[in-house]
Every structure is written in C-alpha cells, then in structure tokens.
C-alpha cells in the first residue's frame, strides 16, 4: 500500500483547505482499509484528526470536531480531509494512514500499519 497525500499549503486563519489522499493498492481493495488523517508537530506526539472505516463510520477528534470532516471515494481509492475555519494551532503536517480490516475507527497511530509521507498545512495569523 502507498499512500500519497496532497493540498496542502499556506492559508490565514479562517480559511479552508481540503486535503487528498491517494492510496495505490495491491491484492486488495480500497474499500477494505480503515483511513485516517493524524498531524505532528516537530517535537511533539502524532495526534489524531479524524477517521473512516470500511463500515462508513466516521470519529472526528474534539479539537476540531465541528471544523474538519473527512471523507472516502471507495471508486478512486481516495480519502479527502476538508479543513473549514483553520487556526494557527491547526499548523502540522497532516499525514494519512491506512490500517486492515478497519470495522471501526481507530486514534491509535500504531493501529495504522501504512503512513504516507504527509502534507504541510501553514496556518497564519
């Protein structure tokens, strides 16, 4: 599994930002990997933002419960993250993940066997 994630970039507090991630898949489908999207900070511990399984179910962390919502297209193999009224404390950069047989979502990052190399987003002031 390879994950390839894009959009991010530069944007002022109150924007908006959507987030993609590719999954290039072999030997299985799309549709059978739970997703999420986690963020870092240089020194600080992976965090997670939010998460679809291969149910449809969907977790949303507080921290941006509200602002963020995440979405899949089991056709493209993709999964979207839409960013909605940014704030600086959202700067990171915004990874995706993927785990196996994900019937239900799951915030802990070592549940997620493949990463992608992740996407800055840029908050300013």
């Known amino acids: 599994v390879q994950l390839q994630a894009s959009g991010g970039g530069l944007v002022e507090a109150g924007g908006s930002l959507r987030l993609s991630c590719a999954a290039s898949i072999t030997g299985r489908t799309f549709s059978n990997y739970g997703m999420a999207w986690f963020r870092q900070v240089p020194g600080e511990e992976r965090e997670f933002v939010a998460g679809?399984?291969?149910?449809?179910?969907?977790v949303i962390a507080d921290s941006v419960k509200g602002r963020f919502t995440i979405s899949r297209d089991n056709a493209k193999s993709t999964v979207h993250l839409l960013m909605s009224s940014l704030k600086p404390e959202d700067t990171a950069v915004y990874l995706c993940?993927?785990?196996?047989?994900?019937?239900?979502?799951?915030?802990?990052?070592?549940?997620?066997?493949?990463w992608g190399r992740g996407t800055q987003v840029t908050v300013s002031s």
């Open positions: 993940a993927a785990r196996h047989s994900g019937m239900a979502v799951t915030k802990i990052s070592s549940d997620y066997l493949y």
């Open positions: 679809t399984a291969l149910t449809g179910n969907i």
